[in-house]
């Protein structure tokens, strides 16, 4: 491989992450820090939304024995995730994780690997050197709309697995690597990566494969992990290497229903001149304008409203006691889970590491 531009990043927090869970899919509703995740494996897959800092469940499903979970992505009001060999999308209800549809994989003859969305449409992987495009029609079918292939330099680029689309770029790990690339979606052009050797000593097939980001948490914010790792790591990434440089001009080829990132949107840019990274969940200024602006799709939820209440409150009210307390038993909750999770996992056999992607 010739060499090629590398980015710097720096960890500053880590999170419990479920040491059963062979990551597959992962996005983040950051206004409330909720986690959707898929796991695959035959017999184990299952999705779940939980809370990203102390790891506790809201809801689980379990999915049929012989359906191997992948990639993951909420369009609408819609879940849908990908399956490894079985040549079918799951559709579930994002709000109750009631299984809605089947629709056939309308990439032919090829693996589902990872998936996101921009907002509009679903980006998904198969372990091919190309991106695929689906468009979610206006009957409700999914269709493959376009194809890029993927190259650094020139050379073809394989195994790109979970992605996360960072407007207006999609960050990709390279499967059985400690590579995260940055696509360029409408080229396929691999621009720049970050290597995460660093956070986990993994072997076999325990890949970093779980890319997530939610402007809510941190303009400048990832959040990476990996299959059956026990934690998930936040890592600061400079708003240039992250995303390029801001959107300005022409933003046709932007969704319309893009998500905020650290290129996009006035308001997120003026935090950041500012130096106001957000932490928690979200700034004491300028939060209504942020809340207000993250994408209908979720929003239709209902969870950000509920999440705009809390901050409100939060906002006018006593904050530092009350927070210090929850902080200190965050923590302690999170390094209980750590022990007992580093425990779970100790006790895994090398046959959970086949080639799986
Ligand atoms: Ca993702």
Redesign the pocket.
């Known amino acids: 491989m010739k060499a090629v531009p590398q980015v710097n990043y720096t960890v500053i927090e880590t999170y419990p992450h479920d040491t059963t869970c062979f990551t597959q899919?992962?996005?983040i509703n950051g206004s409330n820090h909720h986690v959707f995740e898929s796991c695959g494996l035959y017999g184990q897959s299952f999705v779940k939304r939980y809370e990203l800092k102390s790891g506790t469940t809201f809801q689980r499903t379990s999915v049929a024995p012989e359906v191997f979970s992948e990639g993951l992505a909420l369009l609408g009001e819609s879940m849908y995730m990908l399956t490894w060999q079985q040549g079918k999308i799951l559709e579930f209800d994002a709000r109750t994780f009631q299984l809605r549809h089947e629709h056939p994989f309308p990439i032919q003859e090829l693996e589902g690997w990872g998936l996101?969305t921009d907002g509009c449409e679903l980006f998904a992987t198969t372990g091919s050197p190309y991106l695929y495009r689906l468009r979610v029609t206006s009957a409700g079918n999914i269709e493959m709309r376009s194809r890029v292939q993927v190259r650094h330099k020139g050379e073809l680029v394989y195994a790109l697995n979970?992605?996360?689309y960072i407007t207006p770029k999609i960050w990709a790990n390279q499967w059985r690597t400690n590579r995260l690339w940055r696509v360029d979606p409408n080229t396929g052009d691999c621009e720049t990566f970050i290597d995460v050797g660093g956070l986990h000593n993994w072997y076999g097939g325990q890949t970093p494969n779980?890319?997530?980001y939610s402007a809510a948490l941190g303009i400048t914010k990832v959040i990476v992990t990996g299959k059956l790792w026990p934690k998930m790591f936040a890592l600061e990434i400079g708003a240039a290497d992250l995303c390029g440089a801001p959107i300005s001009g022409s933003t046709s080829q932007l969704c319309k229903q893009a998500p905020e990132s650290a290129c996009w949107k006035s308001d997120l840019q003026r935090i950041s001149a500012a130096g106001r990274f957000l932490t928690g969940a979200v700034p004491s200024h300028g939060s209504a304008a942020l809340v207000a602006s993250v994408p209908a799709s979720i929003a239709q939820l209902g969870i950000l409203q509920k999440d705009a209440a809390h901050v409100s409150s939060a906002e006018s009210s006593q904050t530092s006691t009350a927070q210090v307390i929850s902080r200190i038993a965050v923590i302690a909750e999170s390094l209980l889970c750590i022990v007992m999770l580093g425990s779970i996992i100790s006790a895994k056999t090398a046959s959970w590491f086949s080639a799986k992607p």
């Open positions: 899919g992962l996005f996101t979970e992605m996360e779980g890319i997530a």
